[in-house]
């Protein structure tokens, strides 16, 4: 292994050349970290923000400990939800995962 950097080393013309290699390998590096974990985590990151303000009253939503609930109230940090015919929990806006799915069902027997 020390044979075959050293091999290297002196075809590139020494010390030199083995710096430039390196350098452009971790930036190729870089880019490609950059690209597959960086780029779309900040994309999920911006699309979870625009649906956050985008909730409105009347919203059913899931929260990220598996809560579904009906949005009641809108705060500038928290969320209302309500849970059950009496029952109201506030939870922070980014517990907020995502819209209920509807059900086909619902539709299904509306339509009928």
Do not use: C
Not at 66 to 72: D, Y
Request: charged share 25%.
């Amino acid at each position: 292994m020390i044979d075959i950097a050293f091999a290297q080393q002196t075809a590139q013309g020494g010390p030199a050349g083995a710096f430039f290699v390196q350098l452009v390998f971790l930036i190729g590096i870089f880019a490609i970290f950059y690209f597959l974990m960086i780029r779309p985590q900040q994309k999920a990151r911006k699309r979870h923000q625009e649906f956050l303000a985008n909730l409105k009253k009347g919203d059913k939503v899931i929260t990220s400990g598996g809560i579904w609930g009906t949005v009641v109230e809108i705060g500038e940090d928290t969320i209302t939800l309500r849970v059950d015919a009496n029952t109201r929990i506030t939870f922070t806006k980014e517990a907020i995962v995502s819209y209920q799915p509807k059900a086909k069902e619902e539709k299904s027997e509306k339509s009928e």
